[in-house]
T-cell receptor, first 110, second 120 residues
Framework: GENVEQHPSTLSVQEGDSAVIKCTYSDSASNYFPWYKQELGKGPQLIIDIRSNVGEKKDQRIAVTLNKTAKHFSLHITETQPEDSAVYFCAAKAGNMLTFGGGTRLMVKP | ETGVTQTPRHLVMGMTNKKSLKCEQHLGHNAMYWYKQSAKKPLELMFVYSLEERVENNSVPSRFSPECPNSSHLFLHLHTLQPEDSALYLC???????????????????FGPGTRLTVT
């Protein structure tokens, strides 16, 4: 089955700096890659996703890149703000199921 | 709010109790999911229902029993649980199930806030 590795597990940045979270996947048939943000006491919230026919997608301060050859995808957050502090999860869809990465705890220091 | 609600938000139960978790989605979606989220482990898919039919059972012990009476509601019935079953149980829904016959691609999943379960 699919295996998704996510790095780093924790990330601390200064407000205003950029943050990058990386994921690798094992199944070359994976074709959909969402990113979720989970704040304390809440469920994961979909923030951006990308499909395998696209190499990059951007939504305001958030962007995701996909390298199908290398089987990795990344989340980029620019101009980080304290409210960006949360746990971020990547996922990959191979077949019918989503497989999630282990999560990255992002801390943005004011 | 994501349009997916879960009750209760917190539950403490003994190993001999029987309880149920409830999920309701107000999005008109056709697929619903149960996930288990434990500390320091990735989200684990438990069950998937598409159009009220169970399409996936991800090797979940029989002490967890799902029920989907209609496309808006999903239950997880719990009985004789173990302390290691303590976790956050998340419900999610999507417009379509990726393996469905419609061939559509609207399978973005939207999660509820979860039920924090503690088994004593």
């Amino acid at each position: 089955g699919e295996n998704v590795e996510q790095h780093p597990s924790t990330l601390s940045v200064q407000e205003g700096d950029s943050a990058v979270i990386k994921c690798t996947y094992s199944d070359s048939a994976s074709n959909y890659f969402p990113w979720y943000k989970q704040e304390l006491g809440k469920g994961p919230q979909l923030i951006i996703d990308i499909r395998s026919n696209v190499g990059e997608k951007k939504d305001q301060r958030i962007a995701v890149t996909l390298n199908k050859t290398a089987k990795h995808f990344s989340l980029h957050i620019t101009e980080t703000q304290p409210e960006d502090s949360a746990v971020y999860f990547c996922a990959a869809k191979a077949g019918n199921m989503l497989t999630f990465g282990g999560g990255t705890r992002l801390m943005v220091k004011p | 709010e994501t349009g997916v609600t879960q009750t209760p938000r917190h539950l403490v139960m003994g190993m001999t109790n029987k309880k149920s978790l409830k999920c309701e989605q107000h999005l008109g979606h056709n697929a619903m999911y149960w996930y288990k989220q434990s500390a320091k482990k990735p989200l684990e898919l438990m069950f998937v229902y598409s159009l009220e039919e169970r399409v996936e059972n991800n090797s979940v012990p029989s002490r967890f029993s799902p029920e989907c009476p209609n496309s808006s509601h999903l239950f997880l019935h719990l009985h004789t649980l173990q302390p290691e079953d303590s976790a956050l149980y998340l419900c999610a829904s999507s417009q379509e199930f990726p393996g469905g016959t419609s061939g559509g691609m609207n399978y973005e999943q939207y999660f509820g806030p979860g039920t924090r379960l503690t088994v004593t």
